[in-house]
Structures are given as structure tokens and as C-alpha cells.
């Protein structure tokens, strides 16, 4: 849902508790009747209350419509768990492993100065299926179309051996080539 929608809830809501407490005074003698009638037949005569009552008929029509709506994205990037079936039963794995393992992965080819990833998860009827984008900075050593499918191959290796998912598709960008020379991180022992 929405901001929009989430706002449109919202007045409603205030709207529908403001009624109920009204009509809870009323019923209960707290306001005494010669009062609220009144006012609710001064109130049905201005040409606000018509357009006030037209405004949230068209907020309920449109909460009404997203009820109903099918439109909605279907896809998750992060703050989500993926169910992974094993033979001792399901176990969910965060997108943020997911994506530090694709990292790892594709950080340990040489020829790949630097990676972002960006899994996306897709839910369906018949459980989860994930694809990654990677976006890469290769060395100008390196064959682009062969550095590509030896990125594909591995993330693909590797997502089967870890976590068991086959026929993930992975869609590999080159946005820079440099001539840098790697960066090697020096290990502290």
C-alpha cells in the first residue's frame, strides 16, 4: 500500500472514529437531543457538509478499490527471508546473505575491481523464485564477455551449492573498466 493510500486510510479512519464517538455521546444522553438535532440539521443544510460527504466517498471508493486491486508489486529487495527446503526441514536465509554471498563470490574473480549486487526476490504461488543484477568494474585486462560468463557460472555455482536454488537468472552490467591496479587487502594475522 501506498503513501498516498496509507493517508487516505488514515482520514478515514479519524473520520469513522469521530462518527462512532458521536453517535456514542448521542445515544447515551450526553448531549442532550435538542442539541444534536439541531446541529445535524443546520450542518445538512451548508454547502460543506455536500462536499465534505462527496470527498470521503471518493477516499472509500479508492480504499475500496485497493482492496480489490491486483497491481500491487510482487517483488522484494531486502528486509525479506527466502524459504530454503532442506532434508531436516525449511530454514529462511535474509536477502542481505544472499547478497554478501554473491559479493564474496564475485569478488574472489580475478579481473573484478569492484561489484554491486542487487537480488531481487519474486514471490509466486509456488514459493520464491530470486534474481540477481550485478553491476561490475572490470580491469581492462580481462575479455568482457568472458569475464561475464565466468561471473554467471560462478554466482550460479555457488547459489546452487550454498543454498540449493537452480535456474537463477543473473543479469551481469559492466559500468566501468579500469586500468588500476587491483586492490589487495592486506591480512592482519
Known sequence: MGFVNRFFLLIGTLVLFLVSAAVLTCSLGIVPERLWLNEIRFALRQQETVIASLVLFCVAFRLLACTFSRSGSRETTHGEFLAVTGSMGSVGVAMDAIRD??????????????????????????????????????????????????????VREQLAQTLGLTDVPIYVKIVGITDAAPIRKHRVV
Request: hydrophobic letters at 45%; aromatic letters at 0%.
Open 101 to 154: 554471498l554473491v559479493n564474496r563470490t564475485v569478488g574472489l574473480i580475478g579481473g573484478v575491481r569492484d561489484t554491486k549486487s542487487h537480488i531481487t526476490m519474486q514471490k509466486a504461488k509456488d514459493g520464491a523464485a530470486i534474481s540477481v543484477s550485478l553491476r561490475l568494474i572490470i580491469g581492462q585486462e580481462k575479455n568482457v564477455a568472458a569475464l561475464s560468463e565466468t561471473v554467471s557460472a560462478r
